[in-house]
């Protein structure tokens, strides 16, 4: 059985950091693509980072500069530090895992909840 737990999530300041964790089971984690997506209310859901099995990453324009995608692969780990927070970072923050290989098959978690707030 697949699961993806996510972790470290929470209230912050703006200007805080968060280091958010997704921990793995079930799938040979070095052959998925690995990535986070947000979802704040009433918006449709967003790519925030991805990093794929070979170890390169992206993120989208809003983030850049402040969050920065890592995995572990002894730990079966991808992880989101998040630097410099603001309230607009705020959503429900999700992992997902999408096969490298075919058959496609993709993973999700069942979120983690960040709220920038003073």
């Known amino acids: 059985q697949v699961q993806l737990v996510e972790s470290g999530g929470g209230l912050v300041q703006p200007g805080g950091s968060l280091r958010l964790s997704c921990a793995a089971s079930?799938?040979?984690?070095?052959?998925?693509?690995m990535g986070w997506y947000r979802q704040a209310p009433g918006k449709q859901r967003e790519l925030v980072a991805a990093i794929n099995s070979g170890g390169s990453s992206n993120s989208a324009d809003s983030v850049k500069g402040r969050f920065t995608i890592s995995g572990d692969n002894a730990k079966n780990t991808v992880y989101l530090q998040m630097n410099n927070l603001k309230p607009e970072d705020t959503a429900v923050y999700y992992c997902y895992a999408l096969s490298a290989r075919v058959p496609v098959t993709s993973y999700w978690g069942q979120g983690t909840q960040v709220t920038v707030s003073s």
């Open positions: 079930g799938i040979t984690f070095s052959n998925y693509h």
